[in-house]
């Protein structure tokens, strides 16, 4: 099916999309698309949701009638993961586990800023924090959902079951108990998405049942029952109920710096009664996540005026529509912060926000209309990681950001020169074989239903004449 004003490739006026035949213009008037890209501009802190809106159920109320009935099992947070509680939206109180902790790793963190995780990982080495770097789990397959739409519940469901069943039995293969570790997400797109799946699956029975048929031929169900974690948590909430522990650790003074915060619409969007918020952190009136932690540790955080808008990924025009991502992300991120906020370093708390407002500043050069701007971009950990002593290259890894960092390593008195000397002596031995682990490796496993180990030889090297 096709309109009159389709374009065809080697014809005139083609043009590409990035998606297949079968899409086309929908010829939004301009008050049909404002209304239809409105969620972009969305603001969300405490006065305008508490304002003439009315509140939301708190899923976990069913959730518990549904285990109280026999329907499903809960991964409990006990004692023993020793939570710490904090304040949602609504005043709800949400348990942050601090310990024994099932790390869901990000694969954009992973495959595109590596020190995103490794500053995570090095915090916890630090503070001396029990963790499963687990190496049975898949990706969310969220942006799948987001990006292309040929997703849907029951996958994504299933997914999410299963990495949080993994999550729940990983111990055993280390002769400890079921629900030992408790899981906590890297990934914002992850985070947002298990939340609202987790919703579904709740107020739904056939949703319900027919994952449970998937998940029984997995070998993933707990008593023949779905197991549904009792928090969904994110990093970001670790490191806000942590933040006066890590200050303890703290070797770099940070009141010079000048930083803004871009919240991440998966985290505080999606799900927004599930978001910390706290009376300590901006009076309250904002997600309390990455703020609380860069205040506590002394930095300055700059108020701007676009402080609510999505970095402009949005994940389906990140692959068909980038150009709008990267002068979104420039014009409405990037360049306010710089201009306005005169901002030394945006922090974020979500893989993909990091990604679009560190990598695509070069947009900014291009055309000749403008002035180009350029940013400092870490993720919350990063620059905790930073400040407490950590290496800006083998750690921190800021060799995989393209926006610059060598300014704000020197306001912090980090001679980064030096360091990066250090850090290519360190590449030319790990070149020749020696061996670095960042922890124990009998941390990093792989275990699960089905799996069968397979013997590693290593190979032995030939006496030397």
Same mark, same amino acid.
């Given at each position: 099916?096709?309109?009159?004003?389709?374009?065809?490739? $080697?014809?005139?006026?083609?043009?590409?999309?990035?998606?297949?035949?079968?899409?086309?213009?929908?010829?939004?008037?301009?008050?049909?698309?404002?209304?239809?890209?409105?969620?972009?501009?969305? #603001?969300?802190?405490?006065?305008?949701?508490?304002?003439?809106?009315? %509140?939301? @159920?708190?899923?976990?109320?069913?959730?518990?009638?549904?285990?109280?009935?026999?329907?499903?099992?809960?991964? %409990?947070?006990?004692?023993?993961?020793?939570?710490?509680?904090? *304040?949602?939206?609504?005043?709800?109180?949400?348990?942050?586990?601090?310990?024994?902790?099932?790390?869901?790793?990000?694969?954009?963190?992973?495959?595109?800023?590596?020190?995103?995780?490794?500053?995570?990982?090095?915090?916890?080495?630090?503070?001396? +924090?029990?963790?499963? /770097?687990?190496? =049975?789990?898949?990706?969310?397959?969220?942006?799948?959902?987001? $990006?292309?739409?040929?997703?849907?519940?029951?996958?994504?469901?299933?997914?999410?079951?299963?990495?949080?069943?993994?999550?729940?039995?990983?111990?055993?293969?280390?002769?400890?108990?079921? $629900?030992?570790?408790?899981?906590?997400?890297?990934?914002?797109?992850?985070?947002?998405?298990?939340?609202?799946?987790?919703?579904?699956?709740?107020?739904?029975?056939?949703?319900?049942?027919?994952?449970?048929?998937?998940? $029984?031929?997995?070998?993933?169900?707990?008593?023949?029952?779905?197991?549904?974690?009792?928090?969904?948590?994110?990093?970001?909430?670790?490191?806000?109920?942590?933040?006066?522990?890590?200050? *303890?650790?703290?070797?770099?003074?940070?009141?010079?710096?000048? @930083?803004?915060?871009?919240?991440?619409?998966?985290?505080?969007?999606?799900?927004?009664?599930?978001?910390?918020?706290?009376?300590?952190?901006?009076?309250?009136?904002?997600?309390?996540?990455?703020?609380?932690?860069?205040?506590?540790?002394?930095?300055?955080?700059? /108020?701007?005026?676009?402080?609510?808008?999505?970095?402009?990924?949005?994940?389906?025009?990140?692959?068909?529509?980038?150009?709008?991502?990267?002068?979104?992300?420039?014009? %409405?991120?990037?360049?306010?912060?710089?201009?306005?906020?005169?901002?030394?370093?945006?922090?974020?708390?979500?893989?993909?926000?990091?990604?679009?407002?560190?990598?695509?500043?070069?947009?900014?050069?291009?055309?000749?209309?403008?002035?180009?701007?350029?940013?400092?971009?870490?993720? =919350?950990?990063?620059?905790?990681?930073?400040?407490?002593? @950590?290496?800006?290259?083998? +750690?921190?890894?800021?060799?995989?950001?393209?926006?610059?960092?060598?300014?704000?390593?020197? *306001?912090?008195?980090?001679?980064?020169? @030096?360091?990066?000397?250090?850090?290519?002596?360190?590449?030319? *031995?790990?070149?020749?074989?020696?061996?670095?682990?960042?922890?124990?490796?009998?941390?990093?496993?792989?275990?699960?239903?089905?799996? #069968?180990?397979?013997?590693?030889?290593?190979?032995?090297?030939?006496?030397?004449?």
């Amino acid at each position: 099916m096709t309109t009159d004003n389709d374009t065809r490739p $080697g014809q005139p006026g083609e043009k590409f999309t990035g998606h297949g035949s079968e899409w086309r213009p929908s010829n939004l008037s301009p008050t049909e698309a404002q209304r239809a890209t409105a969620w972009v501009e969305q #603001k969300i802190d405490r006065r305008s949701m508490l304002t003439n809106k009315d %509140r939301v @159920a708190d899923v976990r109320d069913e959730m518990w009638q549904l285990e109280k009935d026999g329907q499903i099992v809960v991964h %409990r947070i006990t004692d023993q993961h020793k939570p710490i509680d904090a *304040k949602t939206l609504y005043g709800w109180t949400k348990r942050i586990p601090t310990t024994q902790l099932w790390h869901h790793k990000s694969c954009g963190q992973c495959g595109n800023i590596p020190g995103y995780p490794v500053s995570l990982l090095w915090l916890m080495n630090k503070m001396d +924090i029990k963790y499963l /770097d687990e190496t =049975d789990q898949t990706s969310c397959t969220a942006w799948n959902y987001h $990006g292309s739409g040929i997703g849907n519940l029951e996958s994504l469901a299933a997914v999410f079951l299963r990495n949080f069943h993994q999550a729940y039995v990983a111990a055993k293969s280390q002769g400890l108990p079921e $629900g030992y570790y408790y899981p906590l997400v890297h990934c914002g797109t992850s985070f947002g998405n298990y939340k609202e799946v987790r919703g579904y699956l709740i107020h739904s029975a056939t949703l319900r049942e027919n994952v449970t048929k998937i998940l $029984g031929k997995l070998g993933r169900l707990v008593d023949g029952k779905l197991l549904i974690p009792e928090e969904v948590v994110h990093y970001s909430e670790w490191l806000h109920v942590m933040r006066h522990e890590i200050k *303890k650790h703290q070797e770099i003074d940070a009141s010079h710096v000048r @930083a803004t915060i871009h919240p991440a619409c998966h985290v505080y969007k999606m799900v927004p009664e599930d978001a910390i918020y706290d009376e300590t952190v901006l009076d309250g009136n904002r997600v309390a996540v990455s703020t609380g932690l860069v205040q506590a540790l002394g930095a300055q955080v700059i /108020d701007y005026k676009t402080w609510y808008d999505c970095c402009g990924f949005g994940f389906r025009h990140i692959i068909s529509e980038r150009e709008f991502t990267r002068s979104f992300a420039i014009d %409405r991120k990037i360049r306010v912060a710089v201009e306005e906020a005169k901002s030394d370093v945006m922090i974020g708390h979500d893989t993909g926000c990091i990604t679009t407002l560190d990598k695509n500043q070069w947009i900014s050069k291009a055309g000749g209309e403008g002035k180009a701007v350029e940013l400092p971009v870490l993720a =919350d950990c990063q620059l905790a990681a930073l400040l407490c002593g @950590a290496d800006p290259y083998k +750690i921190v890894q800021t060799h995989w950001h393209a926006s610059p960092i060598e300014k704000l390593l020197e *306001k912090l008195g980090i001679d980064w020169q @030096a360091k990066k000397v250090e850090f290519e002596t360190y590449l030319e *031995k790990i070149q020749t074989g020696a061996a670095d682990q960042l922890y124990d490796p009998r941390l990093r496993i792989t275990s699960g239903p089905g799996f #069968k180990p397979v013997k590693r030889e290593v190979p032995v090297p030939p006496p030397q004449e």
